[in-house]
């Protein structure tokens, strides 16, 4: 199993008494200014130490649940429910629709650790920080990290509620995780042959796509979605990217789902923009499928890879 690379240059300048106290009285520093550098081997592995004491077995499967998207933690059964604002070092989630708890439990028969909310750089964290929680769940013992978002669909073929298994990125903020990881190969491409099976089998329409990572916060231009449609995007989000480079830097087989809360413009005369309350809603309405998807093929994992 692999776990976050110890690099004994990144300790940090000053030791802190680990505590269940808010992030910046910990840290001591505005969250924009935490780099890499401040989450070192020793420090994930406080973090690690502080939720393995207080956890009933060591997590197999990681789950990080997008906007509207964490009603799936309520399927956890045997659960216990860490808020971020009583972890070491992590931030607040400070977005509608991100409830904000580290979450565990059984699904499915597979004991997992859920995100229910996720950070993202436009809230003020670096993708350092935004990125940490992979480095804390690998090192909890998770084999497989599954992440999920929201996204505006760019393939004019694809339509508001469908849902997506994200075959590649293109990442436009590059700024989490050390120098150099490869992630040509960071979804795993068992897992989505796996996933499309149980999609079958349970009658889920799914698509297929390459998922585009940018900063936000606002929704994107008419000329970058034109362009982003030219470089072989799909989809459009504001997260997932920095998750899946650390995720896979940390050896996490990865599987990412794309939820499609709206269509992107790509005409100057259209009238509608989207709106994240309507995200919101349309993540709501579609919900039940996500969770039964995931659901599913997490009880695939326990009978195949577990």
Known sequence: MSTPIKDDSRHSTSSSTISSAPFNSIVGEHPNAVTNRFFSYERIEEISNYLRKKIAAAPEVAIICGSGLGGLAELITDKISFPYNEIPYFPSSTVPGHRGNLIFGILNGIYVVC??????????????????????????????????????????????????????????????????????????????TLMKQVAIKHGHELREGIYSGLGGPCYETIAEIRALRILGGDAVGMSVVHEVTVGAHCGFRILGLALLTNKCLTEYNAAHESLHEEVIRISELKANDMQQLILNFVGVLKENYV
């Open 115 to 192: 995100m229910q909310g996720r950070f993202h750089p436009y809230e003020g964290y670096t993708t350092a920080l935004c990125a940490m929680p992979v480095r804390v769940m690998k090192m909890l013992g998770a084999h497989s990290l599954i992440v999920t978002c929201a996204a505006g669909a760019i393939n004019k073929d694809y339509n508001i509620g469908d849902m997506m298994i994200i075959k590649d990125h293109l990442n436009f903020s590059n700024f989490a995780g050390p120098r150099f990881p490869p992630v040509g190969h960071a979804y795993d491409r068992e897992y989505v």
